[in-house]
């Protein structure tokens, strides 16, 4: 996939595979820098070895990657009223690549693919502190559908 057709002209979107491992690794540790390292690798070897899953790349010329969205294949998810759906997994863009079009990118790359899937909708979450991540949904056309807060309580 060429970026052109998602309205870059430098940036060139495309699948992921095995040889991007080291990079995938270091942006999805500042994504989820709570989450160890083995963890993170399970988690790309799965969604390479899985039809249902999917990497996503965003590069400039001369290869080096600035993006990823992970995006996979749910059953259900809240707000959506078909099946199956397109989910928005983890999408991250580096701090200076941001406000350019990459992420909107990923985005369309990623929903091209849940189409060819039989997706009629796509779904995402965010934390309700993370405001990056909600303006940049909402700028690219995805509407709030749902609050949620989690609770738990240790039983001694």
Not at 69 to 82: P, Q
Not at 137 to 143: C, D, F, S, T, V
Request: proline letters at 3%; charged letters at 30%.
């Amino acid at each position: 996939m060429t970026a052109g057709r998602y309205g870059l002209i430098n940036v060139n979107v495309r699948k992921g595979g095995p040889q991007d491992r080291a990079d995938w690794l270091g942006m999805r540790r500042t994504l989820w820098d709570d989450c160890p390292d083995d963890e993170q690798v399970r988690e790309m070897d799965e969604i390479l070895e899985s039809d249902l899953e999917e990497v996503f790349f965003a590069e400039w010329p001369g290869g080096k990657l600035c993006g990823f969205l992970e995006v996979a294949l749910r059953s259900r998810a809240d707000g959506c009223e078909t099946t199956p759906v397109g989910y928005i997994e983890g999408w991250y863009v580096d701090p200076d690549s941001r406000r350019q079009g990459v992420g909107r990118a990923l985005v369309e790359a990623a929903e091209d693919w849940a189409r060819s899937k039989g997706c009629r909708q796509m779904a995402s979450d965010a934390e309700l502190w993370n405001d990056i991540s909600y303006q940049a949904h909402g700028a690219i056309g995805y509407r709030e559908t749902a609050r949620l807060v989690l609770f738990k309580k240790d039983l001694t």
